[in-house]
């Protein structure tokens, strides 16, 4: 009996580690070639033949300063504009949320709440050409330049994000008891005191929820900045700019992978970090939404 | 003697705040290319006087001393920037987008309403026809694989299987990377890494590319589909299975007659979640292949956009060919069809709900 269950458990052991395997194989191949020249991926990708440290900070510097690619500033751009996207999104959204789940009774908050969820159907698809020609016409309008900007890309998340961060904002708002805020009110606190003193601290956990949603979507989006930001515009986020240097380096595999072992790095290290916070709030999204 | 003081604070700033926007307004509709000198600065920074004026608006309108109307204020300017920035990105263009398709727009402008022509001129184009069917074929494959491909997972993830957490982190890992790499990377793997063993490169004739869109799209999203069936399984009460082992259920009796009949509800999350973003796909489909691949006869033409999927078709028809007018049409149709799918899924959640 203990021999049978023993054995069981090895066998899962080994299908797993052989799927396991398999998922992480690109990965390896990844980081593996990025150490070598571009001679030796192609002779082998597979085996260590070649690699050298050397080769890698090579590889490295050449994709980093490449006019192309142009890493740093990449990557400050997506980290910016995700952060700013996101701290935006969370007040914002938290904000909203709030007014509409203390008002689910009136006709009004019902009919933004409904706009809000039937939104969640429209596919990018249908609104990215009108988009683009709409910020070009504002820009013009205002003086502001929207397209090819960041401020343009942040509003526009903050449209986009919207909808479905004020629906999962919204069903852990009304879990929150009304007598919290009745009895600040009766202690004397304003409305939006209660919400930034009472309601917004409660919000934690499901404020880390809709940021790891929101984070992973607009960190890996590639249709949205492309189209208003453009191929060969002067700001580039980072999937944008692998696609361009991409373009530009057909068959270069030593420059290609360095370039994508550079643009996973920073995703891997926070999923290290916060694996478990990632995991469980990417399945409570799929589940709510 | 406080009352008035907020009052004319208050009043001060709604009267800054609206002649601020009324003067940016007034450029905006204005503007003129032989403005010079201090009128040229100002009309420059119009966008910039737009944004404050509404800021002190909004501070005088927080400012007004009214115990009455103090609530629906703060409610109003807490509503305020989301819905303005959803009605600016999400509402106008869906509108614009919706009529535009019927007319011959440019992308930048339309001279004309040309009524269903769009329409038709995309359904006579074998193109998109070919594009609709193997978005169909590729959906359909995709949503049975990557929830039995899940499924399978979640049960080994969830029996006595040593070092679960890594296994669920592993399996989890390639949906952190945006579709863009991972079509590079596996592009790689396709044209040098598996090419030296089959002698062969799966992206080179057009059934082989689906297949391999079809193998990297589970390799990206089998573990995700993986983690919330985990969840459902964890979520079966532990007595009922014990129930099952008492009675001497086998261990396939248990799955097909409790297990799976328990988790339905997630069943139905992940069909819908896969049936949606299968349909979107366009990243991957982009990088890995751009669509390319022959297909010899089909309603009689040649076609070069053997993989080309219906989100990678609408992109193409407009930035590639700069048909937009079509290319909107394509949109629209595609979002019925996401519509209707999503229609569908509620009410068979719905129907669920008052089942149980």
Request: hydrophobic share 55%; charged share 10%.
């Amino acid at each position: 009996m203990n021999s049978t269950r023993k054995g069981k458990s090895l066998v899962l052991g080994i299908v797993g580690t052989f799927i396991a395997l398999y998922v992480l194989f690109p990965f390896y191949l990844v980081v593996m070639n990025a150490f070598k020249k571009q001679t030796d991926i192609v002779a082998d990708p597979v085996r260590f033949r070649g690699v050298s440290f050397a080769q890698l900070l090579k590889n490295l510097n050449s994709v980093i300063h490449n006019s192309n690619f142009n890493f740093w500033y990449a990557f400050g751009t997506s980290t910016v504009i995700t952060i700013v996207s996101l701290v935006l999104l969370v007040l914002f959204g938290s904000m909203a949320a709030w007014v509409i789940s203390r008002n689910h009774k009136k006709t009004w908050a019902t009919v933004i709440y409904m706009v809000f969820i039937a939104s969640m159907i429209i596919p990018f698809q249908v609104v990215m050409l009108p988009l683009v020609s709409t910020f070009r016409d504002v820009g013009k309008f205002i003086g502001i330049s929207m397209l090819q900007s960041v401020q343009g890309i942040v509003f526009a998340y903050l449209g986009f994000g919207g909808a479905m961060t004020v629906f999962i904002l919204t069903g852990f708002i009304k879990g929150i008891p009304y007598e919290l805020e009745e009895a600040a009110a009766i202690d004397g606190c304003s409305p939006e005191g209660t919400f930034f003193k009472i309601i917004f601290p409660l919000l934690r956990p499901i404020i880390t929820t809709v940021t790891i949603l929101n984070g992973m979507w607009i960190w890996n989006d590639y249709l949205l900045p492309s189209l208003m930001l453009g191929q060969n515009g002067k700001v580039k986020t980072l999937p944008v700019a692998v696609q361009a240097f991409v373009g530009s380096y057909v068959k270069q595999w030593d420059l290609i992978l360095s370039a994508a072992l550079l643009a996973i790095l920073p995703m891997i290290i926070v999923f290290l970090i916060g694996q478990k916070q990632i995991m469980s709030g990417m399945v409570e999204g799929a589940v709510k939404g | 003697m406080k009352g008035r003081d907020t009052r004319l604070e208050s009043n001060f700033l709604l009267i800054l705040g609206a002649v601020l926007m009324f003067a940016a307004l007034f450029f905006a509709f204005t503007i003129k290319a032989n403005y010079s000198g201090a009128m040229k600065t100002i009309a420059n920074l119009r966008g910039t006087l737009l944004v404050c004026g509404a800021i002190l608006f909004f501070f005088g309108l927080y400012k007004i001393p009214s115990t009455a109307h103090h609530r629906k204020i703060v409610y109003f300017i807490f509503l305020f920037p989301l819905l303005f920035a959803f009605f600016i990105t999400v509402i106008i263009p869906l509108v614009l987008g919706i009529g535009y398709s019927f007319t011959d727009w440019t992308g930048i402008r339309f001279t004309k309403v040309v009524g269903v022509q769009n329409y038709l001129k995309m359904f006579h184009d074998p193109a998109f026809i070919w594009s609709v069917l193997i978005t169909f074929v590729f959906v359909l494959l995709n949503v049975i694989l990557i929830n039995i491909v899940g499924f399978c997972l979640a049960l080994l993830c969830t029996s006595k299987l040593r070092g679960v957490a890594f296994f669920r982190a592993a399996y989890f890992l390639p949906n952190l990377i945006g579709g863009i790499v991972l079509g590079y990377i596996w592009q790689f793997v396709f044209n040098n890494v598996l090419m030296s063993y089959i002698k062969f490169s799966m992206l080179s004739s057009t059934k082989t590319a689906m297949l391999a869109i079809i193998i990297v799209y589970i390799w990206q999203y089998g573990g995700y589909i993986m983690l919330i069936y985990v969840t459902g399984l964890t979520q079966i009460p532990g007595d009922v299975l014990e129930a099952a082992s008492i009675d001497g259920a086998s261990a396939l009796q248990t799955l097909f007659k409790v297990k799976i009949p328990m988790i339905a509800s997630t069943v139905t999350i992940c069909t819908f979640l896969t049936l949606t973003s299968a349909f979107k796909q366009f990243d991957v489909n982009m990088a890995l292949t751009n669509g390319a691949g022959s297909v010899p006869d089909f309603m009689g033409a040649y076609l070069s956009n053997g993989t080309q999927m219906l989100a990678l078709n609408i992109y193409n028809t407009a930035i590639a060919k700069n048909n937009f007018a079509v290319a909107q049409a394509k949109a629209v149709l595609f979002f019925i069809i996401l519509a209707v799918i999503s229609l569908i899924q509620v009410r068979i959640s719905n129907s669920r709900e008052v089942e149980m």
